[in-house]
């Protein structure tokens, strides 16, 4: 009876250690190579560094209405356009989370790339069919964040606050700051971590 009890002590053990070898050789090179994701990174061709503009108080506007005209939403506003944005990879020890964004006028289209404090802007050609549609269309070519897309439209009245203050009332609600450069591309500066 001893005895039977010591093989199966012995069979147990051997078993329980086989089990947690291969329970760490699967965690250490099996589930790292599952759970990672390829990740696109956007190319920039002919990237500029962006400035960003000064405030200019003169320029302040004040237009306020009650109603809001919601058959307009997603629709490029007059004087002003659609932001459309999403993280990219981001290396563990960054400040802020790596952005790239795109900004859709009606005569102009932008990329912008964030990274960390540093902002990059390129003009791209301006597409045929300008709409939040083109803007996905882009998004899902230069990354593949679907899940933490978003997308914007921003007044004319928003463009002068920010050229006018430097700031807007959508910064209160935002996980970063709405900044205009000196070409009128706007675009978030993401909060740090």
């Not at 302040?60 to 459309?84: A, T, V, Y």
């Not at 005569?107 to 045929?128: A, C, D, H, M, V």
């Amino acid at each position: 009876m001893l005895k039977k009890f010591l093989d199966g002590l012995v069979f147990g053990t051997g078993f329980g250690i086989a089990f947690i070898l291969v329970w760490v050789i699967g965690a250490v090179y099996l589930l790292p190579n599952i759970t990672e994701t390829t990740v696109n990174e956007p190319t920039f061709n002919d990237p500029q560094s962006a400035e960003i503009a000064e405030p200019d108080p003169s320029l302040s506007q004040e237009n306020f209405s009650f109603f809001k005209d919601s058959k307009n939403l997603m629709k490029i506003p007059e004087n002003g356009g659609i932001l459309s944005m999403s993280p990219t990879s981001t290396p563990p020890n960054s400040e802020r989370q790596n952005t790239y964004q795109l900004w859709l006028t009606n005569s102009e289209l932008w990329q912008i790339r964030t990274i960390g404090k540093k902002t990059e802007i390129e003009k791209l050609p301006y597409p045929n069919d300008a709409s939040t549609k083109t803007l996905d269309s882009l998004m899902d070519k230069s990354t593949n964040f679907n899940s933490a897309r978003s997308t914007m439209t921003i007044s004319e009245n928003e463009i002068q606050k920010l050229k006018s203050s430097g700031v807007s009332f959508r910064d209160a609600t935002l996980n970063g700051k709405l900044k205009i450069t000196t070409e009128g591309v706007v675009f978030i500066l993401p909060n740090p971590f």
